[in-house]
Every structure is written in C-alpha cells, then in structure tokens.
C-alpha cells in the first residue's frame, strides 16, 4: 500500500514563535489520530528549522525542508547544503516548488543536480512540477510534465525512487482558489504513473507517492484524495490555520 501524504508548505510564512505554535497545536490535534499509512508533514523556513524540530519531537509532524542548494559548500552566499540540513536532523527537501522555477530561475537541469545531492546525502524528496495555464489551454500539459520528470528525474535508477515523493501541483491552481478537479488530479497522476511504468517499471510506478497541490482546502480535499492515483496533498494556505490543516488530514 502506498504511503499517504498531508505536507504544508508554509512559504515564507510563520516566524519562530508562529512555527512553533502552529506544530504544538498539531500535535495536539493529532495525538489520538490513528494516522495509519498516512505521513504528516510541515515544511518551515530554513531559520525555524531546528526549532521546529525540537517543537515536533516525539509526534506525528514530520519537519521537511522547502529547499536546499545542490552544491556539497563554498562561495554561495545565502545558500544551504543537504549537509547544513542533514546536520540538523531533517531528513526530507521540497524541490522544485513553482515559485521557486518562477521567481529564482530554477530549472530541470539545475533540479537534477539538486536531486542528486539530495540523494547523495541519503535524504528524500518531494518533488514539485506542474504545468501553466497556457500548458494546459494549448493542451500541452501532459508534454510539459513528462519532461519535467523526464529531465530532472528519469537519470536516477530504480532504487532512488524509494526516496522520491511527487507533487503535481498546476501552477494555474497555486494560491488562486483555482483548484483542479478531482478528475483532472487523477487524469494527470494516473499519466505520470504510466510514464513511470514506461521508463522503470510498474512496482516503481505503484510505490511512487504522487501528491497534488493547488487550493486544497478542507472543502475540496475529500474529493480529490479519494481518486485512486491521489495519494495525499501539498497543501500552501489551507496550511497555515490549524483548523484547515487538520480537516485536510482528517479528509485523507
Ligand atoms: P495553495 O494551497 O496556497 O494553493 O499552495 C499550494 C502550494 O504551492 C503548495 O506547495
């Protein structure tokens, strides 16, 4: 059975005394969850890392990275390494997020490199691609999507895939309350599966989380989680009330 997933992405959102408050009224709320198979995830900033960490000990809220640099150290200024991270306990990177491609130039190439350091260093990741609006009103999605995978992620061998989690996330749906539909979400899973399936095989395909991000909110969470090839959500806004989170995970 595939591993179900609830990740926020918290953006550049909550200070220290917000991240801590935010994971402490989780833990409560998820104390008597059963959560059985299902990962629940936030992802602070980089300075709130440790202390969320420490906040989240000995609960159910995992504490992921929204990023990191592929390079092992050097001359990069404001940038941190999977070793930076590794150090402090996290063990899971976002990659790739859209407002990452969008506004700091990163691409599937410099994403490749990334994943790799995120590999190298024995971490997972989850990683985010997703189509624009125009992708999908010309009818390109499926295309754009396949080489994003194909070109950041298709080098790897099979074995990797243990430590890679996908999030679809259409760019046109991120922070617009524009949420695909439920059929669009597993159209496009059920794709990404079979190409998967094309270039490994099908145990790798079957045993790939594949999230979907873009406006879930308690309301619509149902739906779309319900789809077969749906294992779960990243979620941005709905992330940062406690209450939206929860109903989030209470819906998977
Ligand atoms: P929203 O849930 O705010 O649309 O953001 C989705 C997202 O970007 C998660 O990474």
Redesign the pocket.
């Known amino acids: 059975m595939r591993t179900k997933i609830v990740?926020?992405?918290w953006?550049m959102n909550n200070d220290k005394n917000e991240s801590k408050a935010l994971i402490k009224h989780l833990k409560k709320a998820l104390k008597n969850e059963p959560l059985e198979n299902t990962r629940v995830i936030v992802?602070p900033t980089f300075v709130n890392l440790s202390s969320s960490i420490k906040t989240a000990k000995d609960s159910k809220v995992e504490v992921v990275a929204q990023n990191m640099h592929q390079a092992k150290n050097g001359a990069y200024t404001g940038e941190i390494s999977a070793q930076m991270l590794k150090a402090i306990g996290i063990k899971t990177v976002?990659l790739g997020?859209?407002?990452r491609r969008t506004y700091f130039n990163e691409t599937d190439a410099s994403l490749a490199e990334k994943v790799d350091a995120v590999l190298e260093n024995n971490l997972e990741t989850i990683f985010?691609f997703g189509e624009l609006l125009e992708d999908r009103k010309s009818d390109t999605h499926f295309a754009v999507v396949e080489s994003q995978l194909k070109n950041a992620l298709f080098h790897l061998e099979a074995d990797a895939w243990k430590s890679v989690v996908l999030?679809y996330?259409p760019v046109w749906?991120?922070?617009?309350?524009e949420?695909a539909s439920a059929e669009q979400a597993q159209e496009m899973h059920a794709y990404i599966r079979s190409i998967i399936e094309k270039q490994y095989n099908k145990e790798v395909a079957d045993a790939v989380s594949i999230l979907y991000?873009?406006?879930?909110?308690p309301a619509n969470a149902k739906e779309i989680f319900s789809k077969p090839d749906v294992d779960g959500?990243?979620?941005?806004?709905?992330?940062l009330n406690v209450a939206d989170f929860t109903g989030i995970i209470n819906a998977i």
């Open positions: 990740a926020g992405n953006k992802a976002i997020h859209s407002e985010c999030a996330e749906a991120i922070g617009t309350g949420t991000g873009g406006s879930v909110k959500g990243l979620i941005g806004g709905a992330a």
